[in-house]
């Protein structure tokens, strides 16, 4: 079946701490994005890449990096300069251009503590 | 800039109509993505207007007026399962596809 992972579903960090959220698609898409949700809020774009090697800055990037290196995956970290990390990610990807839907993955709630 | 406005809850009974309106500000219109989300849950894809007009997807419409920067979601005979957050999304610009702006969604809650 196709479609996007993410893992892990729930994950806890203590403050100050670096941390990895993983996300994986088996569509072929050439887009993938990355985007935060916080109670009462829409989505808010972090970052998204077009194509492999390739990826840019969406509206909130600061504090977050990403990388990609394979068509598949586009891993986010969250690093310590995010002053409010605590929320709902979740990834997405498309077939391209923007009149394509995004499939979303299941996302994955951090806590930091 | 961008500007997507849309009503922060609405309620209504099972078997009922619900209209759920959005209005937009673009630099360049490229089409309005409505998704629905329940808590905790990814969103998922309902409808996407380009041409002015209603499309009709089973219990499901979605209405666009690009003049007005207008849309709505209709969600006819309401069932408990239709309770959830619905997205309205535009990409900013029309060389800015894939960036959706999402507005921050109307909560439906379906009462018995």
């Known amino acids: 079946d196709g479609g996007i992972t993410q893992s892990p579903k729930y994950l806890f960090r203590k403050e100050g701490q670096n941390v990895t959220l993983s996300c994986e698609q088996n569509?072929?898409?050439?887009?993938m994005y990355w985007y935060r949700q916080d109670p009462g809020q829409g989505l808010r774009l972090i970052y998204y890449s077009q194509i492999v090697n390739d990826f840019q800055k969406g509206d909130i990037a600061e504090g977050y990096s990403v990388s990609r290196e394979k068509k598949e995956s586009f891993p986010l970290t969250v690093t310590s300069a995010q002053k409010n990390p605590t929320a709902f990610y979740l990834c997405?990807?498309?077939?391209?251009?923007?009149?394509?839907?995004?499939?979303f993955g299941p996302g994955t709630r951090l806590t930091v503590l | 800039g961008q500007n997507i406005d849309q009503p922060t809850e609405m309620t209504a009974t099972e078997g009922a109509i619900v209209q759920i309106n959005c209005t937009y500000q673009t630099s360049g219109f490229n089409g309005l993505f409505w998704y629905q989300q329940h808590a905790g849950e990814a969103p998922t894809f309902l409808s996407y207007?380009?041409?002015?007009g209603l499309e009709e997807k089973g219990r499901f419409s979605s209405f666009l007026s690009r003049s007005k920067g207008y849309s709505y979601l209709l969600l006819k005979e309401l069932q408990m399962k239709d309770s959830a957050s619905y997205l309205c999304a535009v990409p900013p610009s029309t060389d800015s596809w894939g960036k959706l702006q999402f507005g921050a969604g109307t909560q439906v809650v379906v009462t018995p």
């Open positions: 207007n380009v041409l002015d």
């Open positions: 997405a990807s498309s077939r391209g251009a923007g009149k394509n839907e995004q499939f």
């Open positions: 569509l072929n898409h050439d887009a």
